[in-house]
């Protein structure tokens, strides 16, 4: 089936909701009734920098999420109400467990077409999918409808990047039909990946939207904390995944260490305030990371991932892998 995208094109002329050619021999999943984590809270680790204050106290492993390892995830009551929602009728699909063929050919082809300098600007892409999700209305998210919106002005520059992916999901397409969401999804985690960061698993099986999602979603960089804080919450995540994901900002060229190092720079540079002095410092950062920085709850954190790396790995994960999960809808197996 032809596969190729063009990114210009109008919602109508390419874009349909494929049947599942994917996933040739479904899976034995087991479905919600494992969710509820069985002893709650005991499967979280401990750890001996997390500031408590804010962190959400549903403990809540996700049968979608990592079946094998159970994973341990914390969560908001109202955004787990979301998702069984977005899962009614059909199921994500654990990549590794499936068919670990497709997962390691999408990463492989990934591979080929993203290097460390491209890196940020496919993170950058995962965002701008995925932060268009709101839980009111429950519209939005994970769905590839960023192809549509690469005209709006939030959205410059990213056409290059979906460009970059654009040669692998062609390739990819050849052999089994990929969407834009899952693309992007696992894309975002390899980026991390190659430039150092933590190993990501993305589950796959996300449907494309046919149209744009709705506009003024995404955070401006001229916000306060407050209103950034507000700003994710309306998408289901918590302040503490908000400092964990604004993290990604490592990579790139807002002066957060090494452009292409996936580490946590990030929070070490925003305590050390260097836009309060004069000369090229003062460049260092968008408003809303410094904004961060004047935050008290926010700084918890900040603090807490500046002095251990592997926290903010571990929290960039889990925050990460809802970001890529919300709003999406996922192929019936
Ligand atoms: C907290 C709210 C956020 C705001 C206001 C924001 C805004 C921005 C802006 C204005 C840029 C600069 C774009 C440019 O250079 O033209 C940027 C870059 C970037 N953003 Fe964000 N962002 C936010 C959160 C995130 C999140 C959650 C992620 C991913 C998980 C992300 C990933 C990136 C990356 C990787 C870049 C560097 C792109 C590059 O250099 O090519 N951002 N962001």
């Known amino acids: 089936m032809a596969s190729s995208l063009s990114l210009a094109s109008s919602p109508s002329s390419s874009m349909t909701v494929r049947s599942c050619s994917f996933f040739s021999h479904p899976p034995k999943l087991k479905l919600p009734a494992e969710s509820v984590c069985p002893s709650p809270c005991a499967t979280e680790p401990q750890r001996t920098v997390r500031p408590t204050s804010t962190r959400s106290q549903a403990c809540v492993s996700f049968w979608f999420s990592s079946r094998r390892g159970l994973l341990s995830t914390t969560t908001t009551l109202p955004f787990l109400l979301q998702l069984s929602k977005f899962v009614e009728g059909s199921f994500p699909a654990n990549a590794s467990e499936l068919n670990p063929n497709i997962y390691t050919n999408i990463k492989q082809e990934i591979r080929k077409v993203v290097s460390k300098a491209k890196a940020a600007g496919v993170l950058r892409l995962v965002f701008h999918d995925a932060g268009t999700f709101e839980i009111e209305g429950n519209s939005g998210g994970m769905n590839g409808s960023i192809i549509y919106e690469l005209d709006r002005p939030e959205n410059a520059g990213l056409k290059k990047s979906l460009k970059v992916l654009e040669k692998a999901k062609t390739e990819l397409d050849t052999q089994q039909q990929v969407s834009w969401a899952d693309m992007i999804a696992v894309a975002g985690a390899e980026a991390v990946s190659i430039c150092g960061g933590p190993t990501i698993d993305v589950m796959l099986g996300r449907l494309d939207s046919m149209e744009p999602d709705p506009p003024g979603r995404l955070p401006e960089e001229s916000l306060d904390a407050s209103a950034l804080k507000q700003s994710f919450q309306k998408k289901g995540l918590s302040t503490q995944e908000l400092v964990a994901l604004s993290g ?31 000369g090229m410092s003062s460049m260092i950062g968008l408003p809303s990371d410094r904004a961060l920085a004047e935050d008290d709850e926010c700084l918890r954190w900040i603090k807490a991932y500046a002095i251990d790396q592997n926290l903010f790995f571990e929290d960039f994960k889990g925050a990460y892998t809802k970001l890529v999960n919300s709003g999406a809808r996922w192929r019936s197996l």
């Open 248 to 278: 990604a900002h490592t990579l790139g060229g807002k002066g957060f260490g090494n452009p292409n190092v996936f580490d946590n720079s990030y929070y070490k540079i925003l305590l050390e305030k260097p836009w309060s002095s004069a």
